[in-house]
Nanobody, 116 residues
Framework: QVQLVESGGGLVQAGGSLRLSCVASGSIFSITALGWYRQAPGKQRELVAT???????NYANSVKGRFFISRNNAKTTVYLQMNSLKPEDTAVYYCNAENWGGTNYWGQGTQVTVSS
């Protein structure tokens, strides 16, 4: 089992920045990738960014060049630096961990609201 706890959401004006953090605990040795997803009202949950155990990153086209995913050396915390935020980035952001068996774990979500 993997537990994930997010923090760092909030209200920001368009053009501003926020940094989300997610701390993983439990069977962290089994994690093969960490990532961030988001879900806006009335929309499906979508991938924002992921980082593999080896350090490879992947971003949604809508956030490339504005958002940056990183992690600490112990690979227990993943961050999402969000710059040049837009109102369309408003959503609940969820931390995700995938283990070597393909099981996905989710955090409770943190609200990000970008005002115009």
């Amino acid at each position: 089992q993997v537990q994930l706890v997010e923090s760092g959401g909030g209200l920001v004006q368009a053009g501003g920045s926020l940094r989300l953090s997610c701390v993983a605990s439990g069977s962290i040795f089994s994690i093969t990738a960490l990532g961030w997803y988001r879900q806006a009202p009335g929309k499906q949950r979508e991938l924002v960014a992921t980082i593999t155990r080896g350090g490879s990153t992947n971003y949604a086209n809508s956030v490339k060049g504005r958002f940056f995913i990183s992690r600490n050396n112990a690979k227990t915390t993943v961050y999402l630096q969000m710059n040049s935020l837009k109102p369309e980035d408003t959503a609940v952001y969820y931390c995700n961990a995938e283990n070597w068996g393909g099981t996905n774990y989710w955090g409770q979500g943190t609200q990000v609201t970008v005002s115009s």
